[in-house]
């Protein structure tokens, strides 16, 4: 069984660029979720996506957005970046029913 | 507006005593409540939950208590070792938003 893995490790980006992150849910889950973690703070939940549908969202703007696909991979992308954008970016997957989430190693995004 | 609050930004324990980490919440309306564990480098890894109409979940060295009308848990390990000195998140799921909401994180650091 495969855990939840993210592409790429570290990524650094320019003001005004655009970014896609990639996740591949762990095997038997049909959620996905995405946080943004801050330097010495918890993570923050960006949304949640099941049946490739959005599912739940957290307080981020609309430039924040995100797919599931078919086989229960995800993209989040992030339009017209902002230095305070610059965050560890953590995928997590899960099922519908269970509160547990099961999260990637993370995205390391630099915005300079 | 923080719904989760760990207080304590660090513990320090000797190895083989217990470590009691301390979590509380403003939002009645958490279903669950769960310890997630993380390392340096890698993403938070899922320890133990509890739901919200139980008042003790136990799991090997692992013992979280609920105290609801508190809207406060608490997180014991015992007995405490090396490989336990990491950053423990508390976090609440809302089965309204499917959310978890994360704390600012407690590090741990077990001494020898």
């Known amino acids: 069984e495969t855990g939840v893995t993210q592409s790429p490790t570290h990524l650094i980006k320019t003001r005004g660029q655009q970014v896609t992150l990639r996740c591949s849910s762990q095997s038997g889950h049909n959620t996905v979720s995405w946080y943004q973690q801050a330097l010495g703070q918890g993570p923050q939940f960006i949304f949640q996506?099941?049946?490739?549908?959005?599912?739940g969202r957290g307080n981020f703007p609309p430039r924040f957005s995100g797919l599931q696909f078919p086989n229960y991979s995800s993209e989040l992308n992030v339009n017209a970046l902002e230095l305070d954008d610059s965050a560890l970016y953590l995928c997590?997957?899960?099922?519908?029913?269970?509160?547990?989430?099961?999260f990637g190693p993370g995205t390391r995004l630099t915005v300079t | 507006d923080q719904q989760v609050k760990q207080n304590s930004p660090s513990l320090s324990v000797q190895e083989g005593r217990i470590s009691i980490l301390n979590c509380d919440y403003t939002n009645s309306m958490f279903d669950y409540f769960l310890w997630y564990k993380k390392y340096p480098a890698e993403g938070p890894t899922f320890l133990i939950s509890i739901s919200s109409i139980k008042d003790k979940n136990e799991d090997g060295r692992f013992t979280v208590f609920l105290n609801k009308s508190a809207k406060h848990l608490s997180l014991h390990i015992v007995p405490s070792q090396p490989g336990d000195s990491a950053v423990y998140f508390c976090?609440?799921?809302?089965?309204?938003?499917?959310?978890?909401?994360f704390g600012a994180g407690t590090t741990v650091t077990v001494r020898a």
């Open positions: 997590a997957s899960g099922t519908g029913t269970r509160p547990e989430q099961y």
């Open positions: 976090a609440a799921y809302s089965s309204n938003d499917y959310k978890l909401s």
């Open positions: 996506y099941y049946r490739e549908e959005e599912n």
